[in-house]
């Protein structure tokens, strides 16, 4: 039986989403694996936009339940951070105890990214934590995200992939995803 | 013995964080349930930045692996989705069967805040979905965020409360959060 991996990412909101996620399943079997893809299901029309919204919740999940792991792209969306979706997704699979990788499209830190949120404004007060302007302050821990995220995929041996994407690829470039893929195909 | 809550939620990075999080485990206590607050427990030094934050991902997730159930604040943070952290650990959290309930300090949606990030300029296209100028599709599911979160928790029969703080008060008004614990008290 080959492993099953839960491609979590915001692929699915793509222009090109159809195409993304068959090049991702395709490159994933590629390695002896079978994918497993959000938006692979036709969810059934329902009576609400909010139900319909559940109805894909609950197909998601039931596909996570059914891996042996996920590959994670946690390239920032819509901000500094990775899509929320995808951080949830990761965050139930660790708890499952199943293998975890994650991949992001951009090398700067979680740290550099959210210092520029502040436009470089970040000051380091006396005990000893960095401090946007807001006085909210940084993790500054040389990760790609949140330690949670970070942490909870380095903590369980799992492995993170960083790769500099071109701008007009940042949610297409699957060098990292490759690489994700050749460390479960290496172990 | 009394229910365990792990309180999820940025606050951990306001400049008032232990404030903060006794005010959240007092109220916690006033309804009988322990707090299990992110922060409470000393992280000893470490010898690098890094393993420093990987030791805080360790004992954060001991926290959750000891709670009965999560109370996440999902108020938008430093963007306009929820922290990813609290993200992660919602969906960790949901993983594990247990009890789940979230607030945001912000009523506009999902989608309205989504909207907004495009300045309003989204069209819905010949397949249904509505779409910023970058195409990138948006949820419209009448959902508080991304929709695994917020199915996430009412798939699971959770709680949601939503309100509108004041500008100056969106870390630090516990309205919906003390609707929250009144959500469990009544169980």
Do not use: W
């Not at 339940?65 to 990775?82: E, H, Q, S, V």
């Not at 946007?132 to 903590?155: K, T």
């Amino acid at each position: 039986m080959s492993l099953k991996f839960y491609l979590a990412g915001p692929e699915v909101f793509l222009p090109n989403a159809r195409e993304m996620l068959d090049a991702k399943a395709a490159l994933t079997r590629e390695f002896g694996f079978e994918p497993i893809c959000p938006g692979d299901i036709t969810i059934e029309p329902a009576p609400s936009r909010h139900q319909f919204g559940l109805n894909i919740s609950a197909v998601d999940e039931g596909m996570m339940n059914r891996a042996d792991g996920i590959i994670a792209n946690l390239t920032p969306f819509r901000g500094i951070a990775a899509d929320v979706g995808t951080a949830f997704e990761l965050g139930f699979i660790c708890a499952q105890g199943k293998k975890v990788a994650a991949y992001t499209n951009v090398t700067a830190s979680h740290f550099e990214r959210t210092r520029a949120f502040y436009n470089g404004k970040v000051v380091e007060g006396a005990d000893g934590r960095k401090r946007g302007p807001d006085g909210v302050s940084l993790e500054d821990f040389d990760m790609i995200d949140n330690l949670m995220l970070h942490g909870g995929i380095e903590r369980r041996g799992g492995f993170i992939a960083t790769h500099d994407a071109a701008a007009d690829e940042l949610y297409t470039d699957l060098t990292a995803f490759r690489r994700c893929l050749e460390f479960f195909a290496g172990q």
